[in-house]
């Protein structure tokens, strides 16, 4: 089970921090990735993080301004989102997954809301 946390309404430029608490005993052996969901359009990947958090993997949009991690230890993901953008603005979903490109679980949204 996912549980996604951490949006808000922020301003551009402004910044926020998402958190994606996992249950489970095997967090490590699972991929994890960040989706977003803007009105109107389909869900599109945002980034991505190996079980290890050895490698990580970004949509070109948000090189250089988001930062995806992951705690082990805790369970959890988490997507630092620096500079945003109101093109930014999105339900963010984590999720979870075994093969690259294969995702098996999914969290609730949290909305992010970026004003100009």
């Known amino acids: 089970q996912l549980q996604a946390s951490g949006g808000g309404l922020v301003q551009a430029g402004g910044s926020l921090r998402l958190s994606c608490a996992a249950s489970?005993?095997?967090?490590?052996?699972?991929?994890m990735g960040w989706f977003c969901q803007a009105p109107g359009k389909e869900r599109e990947f945002v980034a991505s993080i190996t079980g290890t958090g050895s490698r990580t993997s970004y949509v070109d949009s948000v090189k250089g301004r988001f930062t995806i991690s992951r705690d082990n230890a805790k369970n959890m993901v988490l997507l630092q989102m620096n500079s945003l953008k109101p093109e930014d603005t999105a339900v963010y979903y984590c999720?979870?997954?075994?093969?690259?490109?294969?995702?098996?679980?999914w969290g609730q949204g949290t909305l992010v809301t970026v004003s100009s």
């Open positions: 999720a979870a997954g075994i093969y690259s490109g294969s995702w098996i679980y």
């Open positions: 489970g005993r095997t967090f490590e052996a699972y991929r």
